[in-house]
Nanobody, 116 residues
Framework: QVQLVETGGGLVQPGGSLRLSCAAS????????MGWYRQVPGKEREYVAF???????EYADAVKGRFTLSRDSAKSRMWLQMASLKPEDTAVYYC??????????WGQGTQVTVSS
């Protein structure tokens, strides 16, 4: 089992920055992918960024060049640095871990609101 807790959401003006954190605990050795998703009410959850352990990082086109995903070596912390935020980035952001056995774990989400 893996437990995930997101923090760092809030209200920010357009053009501003925000840093989300994901704290992970439990059985982390089998985690093969760590990432962020976001969801707006009435829409499907969409991927924001993934990091494949020992491999590469991918970003959705909508955030490429503005968001940066990073993690610690123990897979116990993950961050999403968001810059040049736009109103369309407003969403609930979720931390997501996937194991080599393809089991998925989700956090409870943190609200990000970009508005003047």
């Amino acid at each position: 089992q893996v437990q995930l807790v997101e923090t760092g959401g809030g209200l920010v003006q357009p053009g501003g920055s925000l840093r989300l954190s994901c704290a992970a605990s439990g059985s982390l050795s089998g985690v093969s992918r760590m990432g962020w998703y976001r969801q707006v009410p009435g829409k499907e959850r969409e991927y924001v960024a993934f990091i494949y352990i020992g491999r590469h990082t991918e970003y959705a086109d909508a955030v490429k060049g503005r968001f940066t995903l990073s993690r610690d070596s123990a897979k116990s912390r993950m961050w999403l640095q968001m810059a040049s935020l736009k109103p369309e980035d407003t969403a609930v952001y979720y931390c997501n871990f996937v194991t080599y056995g393809t089991t998925e774990y989700w956090g409870q989400g943190t609200q990000v609101t970009v508005s003047s």
